[in-house]
């Protein structure tokens, strides 16, 4: 079975930490890009970050110098540390594994793959 899973959202006071967690399933073998996306209530998803399997990062504006993602390519896992949360960062949190590769019968597959999402509340 394909699939991300999720774990570390909850509720945190504004200034306050979380650390979200994200894995693949282990018959996915390599994925290009890594990346958290958000949703919050009457808005579009959004992204929140991502990381090339060669290093590189890209962040929303509304996150950078709070917010850092990193992964391991080995394990096909990436974390997002988020700091000094703030209300209007309250929102379903996504993982995305974009390039994903992984085989079945009819042979190699390359996709994009979603995790089923984790609510991040910050109160104020």
């Known amino acids: 079975q394909v699939q991300l899973v999720e774990s570390g959202g909850g509720l945190v006071l504004a200034g306050g930490s979380l650390r979200l967690s994200c894995a693949a399933s282990r018959t996915i073998f390599s994925i290009n890009v890594m990346g958290w996306y958000r949703q919050a209530p009457g808005k579009q998803r959004e992204l929140v970050a991502t990381m090339r399997n060669g290093g590189s990062t890209n962040y929303a504006d509304s996150v950078k110098g709070r917010f850092t993602i990193s992964r391991d390519n080995a394990k096909n896992t990436v974390v997002l540390q988020m700091n000094s949360l703030k209300p209007e960062d309250t929102a379903v949190y996504y993982c995305?594994?974009?390039?994903?590769?992984?085989?079945?019968?009819?042979?190699?597959?390359?996709?994009?793959?979603w995790g089923q999402g984790t609510q991040v509340t910050v109160s104020s």
């Open positions: 995305n594994a974009d390039g994903a590769r992984w085989a079945d019968g009819a042979g190699l597959r390359i996709s994009s793959v």
